[in-house]
């Protein structure tokens, strides 16, 4: 069964995400993202709603019998919301965050919850297996490899924000076989741009992605944050029955 993981990139109101969620659960969507501790490149933009997101997402979550899966960029915000948090989200920017994947490690010996480990825009294949045996090495073998788009020469002009790295789903799948992984590729921020987002998708289950993991938006032109790579619900919708 292939792993579908949607959301708004960013928790922006109750309103938002009962909304977006909602609309998921009708499409039989199981796994609900939404940003509330964002990485931001520039420190006076939205920087979501942090522990209030967290519990907008939650609840909506729990109204539509999902699962929550989100960004936590240090300990003490995954250790405050642990209990409302399915899947752990690692950024790509805290890829080489050695001591936050060992706490992440540790804090998930027990239970095992999947942590969703997002390649660095610019690590290598072997620089994103070793990241994630900094958790496992713990006990937590349940590490969802998601491949994301890396930076390359082509956006010095390219229209897409990142190259998406396809053929790394099957050298990683090589890569990996030994471990307990799955491979989620994520169409949204590999392009940017939400008129490639259907054509990414097919392309990454076809070379052999177990899942992916898609930006939607109830209204893209006005999200917070990455406005063009969202699909709408049209869009969404359009993309379920075409993978199918
Ligand atoms: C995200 O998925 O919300 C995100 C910020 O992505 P990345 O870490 O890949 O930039
Ligand atoms: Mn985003």
Redesign the pocket.
């Known amino acids: 069964m292939t792993i579908i993981i949607a959301g708004p990139?960013?928790v922006e109101s109750k309103e938002q995400i009962e909304k977006i969620s909602k609309f998921l659960s009708k499409n039989k969507i199981t796994y609900l993202?939404g940003?509330c501790f964002?990485?931001r490149t520039d420190p006076k933009s939205f920087q979501g709603l942090e522990d209030i997101g967290i519990k907008y997402l939650f609840d909506s979550a729990k109204e539509n019998k999902q699962k929550v899966v989100t960004?936590i960029l240090s300990i003490e915000e995954l250790s405050r919301n642990y209990d409302k948090i399915d899947v752990i989200?690692?950024?790509?920017?805290?890829?080489t965050n050695y001591s936050l994947l060992k706490e992440v490690g540790k804090i998930t010996a027990i239970d095992k919850k999947p942590i969703l480990l997002?390649?660095g825009?610019s690590s290598t294949i072997s620089e994103f297996i070793k990241a994630s045996e900094y958790i496992s090495q713990y006990g937590n073998k349940n590490i969802w490899y998601?491949l994301?788009?890396i930076r390359t020469f082509e956006q010095i002009d390219s229209d897409l924000r990142f190259t998406p790295d396809l053929s790394s789903i099957l050298e990683l799948k090589e890569k990996i076989k030994n471990k307990n992984g799955k491979i989620i590729f994520?169409p949204?921020?590999?392009t940017g741009n939400s008129k490639y987002v259907l054509t990414i998708s097919k392309a990454a289950l076809l070379l052999g992605a177990d899942g992916l993991?898609i930006?939607v938006h109830n209204n893209p032109k006005n999200a917070k944050?990455?406005k063009e790579q969202q699909l709408n619900f049209k869009e969404f919708e359009m993309l379920i029955k075409e993978i199918k």
Do not use: A, L, V, Y
Request: net charge positive; charged share 35%; hydrophobic share 15%.
């Open positions: 990139c960013s993202r940003g964002k990485p960004e989200q690692i950024g790509s920017r805290n890829m997002k390649r825009f998601c994301r788009g994520d949204s921020h590999s993991m930006e944050t990455d």
